[in-house]
């Protein structure tokens, strides 16, 4: 059975649904690379976003499914470089939204956890989005990949999945139904704040004191 999840930042200025979310209509996942930690402390909230081994529970879906209700003049995007990923969040309480392609093309969004109105650990919550099913860039995780659990299904299987869902998400015409995009002109909806390589190498410094 799909579920509509509630979207909200942490002051209540933003508000949005994701609509008809089904597990298997999407990828649960948790990544552990440089740049979500890095992302995390960007917006000053590593603590929130991370788990204990620098982990950023993420549930890869169509952007199609999310539904602004407020807040959109607080939608904010930031680049960690100028050929990184889009990362959006709200500019009224730096909570993350979601990691999309630099392109409203691909109708493909990874919304962040933190956003959504149910805590991590909560069985309403592993039942809409579905259990993890992968685990990615262990090497980055903090104590290394041996403090990391196993992942459920390879990485191989999973990205093959996922293409065959983008696949489907195109065909039927998502990539026009984006809160991140503009479906006439394909413009992002906020300009990307790109890093410099002073900031960057701050946050680089910020992961490996943390």
Known sequence: MSTDLKIACTCGAVRAVA???LG???CHAVCYCD???AFAHFLGRAEQILDPHGGTQIFQMSPASLVMEAGTDQIACMRLSPRGLFRW???CCN???GNTLPTGKIPFVGLIHLCIQRPVGDESLEAALGPVRVRVHQR?????PATVPASPE?????TLRIVGLLLK???RGDQHRSAFFDSTTGNAAATPRVLTAAERDELRRQLTSS
């Open 140 to 144: 980055f995780a903090r104590g290394g």
């Open 24 to 26: 298997k209509q999407g």
């Open 89 to 91: 969040y709200t500019r």
């Open 154 to 158: 390879s990485f191989v299987f999973t």
């Open 19 to 21: 609509r008809g979310i």
């Open 35 to 37: 740049d979500c930690q």
């Open 95 to 97: 909570t993350p939204i």
């Open 169 to 171: 998400w195109r065909l």
